[in-house]
Every structure is written in structure tokens, then in C-alpha cells.
């Protein structure tokens, strides 16, 4: 028997703790742990996985954080501290020891240093502006040196550099986006920048300016994400993204796929995107969709895998080694709708990645927001 933790926050009061079992095929909740309110987004620490913080997305937002006990339940709130603005959707510890928030309501963010003990916030670091008519930036990602934000307002990426002390940060350049295609989300792959936009339901792939002062990338793919056969008066609105690397990136041991060998050998070596579809409008018997791409050798729709799920904003691969063979990467993803009740799914990778197969769902907590694995 294998079981997986799994963390999952929303819009409650409280962060929920489900337990996987890979063998039975079976998600339990154990726990719901009182947290602020609104606790939207959730992360662990890069090299402490003891250690959660989560926003509250207000209009006072806050971060916060946890500590993860052995039985996957969490402590009382830790340390807490203003996210400087309106309706926090996303923080993310970085590598530096800080934590990045994004206030997508009233545009703006911080970079919050942290003490010697990760669990405790520096307080004063200044509030990063994002010059444009309308900015709601959504989410921050650690790329090399710098901190990319998609701001879905703006139609831009804006390129974040440290300004010498901790928690000062400055916008030294922007890769700018389709007009009024609405980047939510993104992820980074060697110079390659995939962005999924929520606005226009696509998604793109640029090469990254070497330079942060060249903001033209010209569109290299820009592809749809809604899936075939909606029903009439659907609306959509594309979520979140996922890379999938292979095997091979992370174990150095997969054997290249020979001629002729299976589908799911070859898929092994590839790598994937998984892209929520959000129907807003009208709804789907079927629920919303997962649409899967593959990256090489360009980027290209695999399939869409329907979820019966409403409005999909939160989903993680996890699973690492189960239900695909020893070392075969992440075996499972875990999704959920905010709108609905169709509660928690969990999703086996098959195909080698190029497919998802629904073995798993609890349906006592009826939304969630984001996920973080905890094995």
C-alpha cells in the first residue's frame, strides 16, 4: 500500500488535509485545519516541506504560516503578515528565503523576507507597483535570477530583480502578451516561456530576451485550450498549468525509446503540459476539462480528459513513483473545482503521461483552490 498526503486550500476557513491511497484507489479526508480566511493558495517551503504558508485572499489579504505535523494535520498559524494589498491569489516561497505575493485586486505585491526561522515574517518590505492602466497580477515564479508575474490585466510578464536588500525588489522589463488575452499563469522550461491565458483560452510559447530591457518575444505557438463539443451559453476561462518533465530530467537512468517499443515507453521520455479549462457559463455534463500537450518536438494537443468537475482553478502533480513504475516521474494529479460539488479528484498519468484516468474522488469538502503534495 501507498499513501500521499495531500494539502488543499480554498475559499473557507480552513486548509483540508486527504489522504491517497494508490493501491485501493481511495481519497480520504482527514482533517480540515483552521487557518485565516480564505486560504486560496498554498505552498511549502523549498527545502523545509514542515513548514506551509498560505495567503488569505481579502481585501485586507495576509500570508501565513504552518507547520505540517507527521499526520499531515498543521499547527495554529505560525506567523502572519499583510500582503500589502486587495485579494491575494498566490505566494510562493523563493530560494532567497522570501516569499512573493500578488494581490490581484489592487495590482500590486511584496517580496517578505523571513527571519532565521522561515515561520516568522520581516516586516517593511516596500510594495511593488506595476505600471499599467490596469494591473492584476496572478501569480510569481523564480526563474534564474529573477521573478517573473503574469499580470492578467496588463498583458504583460513583468521581470522582477532584486534591488540589494532583502524584500526590495524592481521591475527592470516586461515580455509583453497578446492584447487582451489575459495571462494567468505560467511555467519556464530552458528559455522557453509556455503562458496560459485566461482571457482568450490559449495558450502560448515565446523564447525568453536574454535582455529584461528587450519586451518583444514573438510567439512561437498559440494554440487554443477549449475543449470540442461545449453545449451553447458555455463561457470559458482557462486556470491553471503544469509541466511534466520525463523521467529522464530527474533520474538520469530512462532508456531512450528504441524502434518499435511501446507507447508508453516512448511517452516516458517526453515531456507534458497539463492546462485546466474554467466553464463559467452554461455547464458541461461531462464537467471541465484537462486539456494535455506535448512539448516536443513542437507543441501540440494530445487529448482533452473530461472531470466532471466545475470551473477547474487547482490542481499538482504528486504521486512521485506510484502507479506507473518505480522512477517513472509524477504517477498522479490531483485537481478540484471552486464552483460546484463535485469535490476532490485524483488523476493516474497513463500513456506514459499522454493520457489522465479519473481512480479517485471525495466529495465532502465541495470546492478547493490548490493543492500541495506532502510525499
Known sequence: MVNFTILAGGYSSFIATYLFNSDANTLSLLSQNPSGQNPSWIDLHPTNKSILYATNEN??????????????????????????????????PLSTGEVAVMNFGSGDGLVIPTEEDPLEFTEGAPLISFDAAVSHPHMALEVGKEVFVPDLGADKIWRLASDGAPGKYKVQGAIEQPQGSGPRHIVVRGDQL??????????????????????????????????????????MAAGEILLAEPPAASTGGAPRARAGADTDAANRTRPFLYVSNRNTGAPDPRGDAIAIYALEPALALVKHVFTGLAQIRGMALGGVGAGAGAGAGDGFLVAAGVAGDAGVVVLRRTQGGADLEIVARNKEVPTRTSFVWLD
Open 59 to 92: 481585501e485586507q489579504g495576509a500570508v501565513q504560516s504552518f507547520i505540517v505535523k507527521q499526520d499531515g494535520s498543521l499547527t495554529a498559524a505560525i506567523g502572519q503578515t499583510s500582503s500589502g494589498g486587495n485579494g491575494p491569489a498566490f505566494a510562493v
Open 194 to 235: 509556455y503562458t496560459l491565458h485566461e482571457l482568450s483560452s490559449t495558450l502560448t510559447q515565446q523564447t525568453i530576451p536574454s535582455s529584461p530591457a528587450t519586451s518583444s518575444a514573438p510567439l512561437t505557438a498559440n494554440v487554443s485550450v477549449v475543449p470540442p463539443g461545449l453545449p451553447a451559453g458555455a463561457a
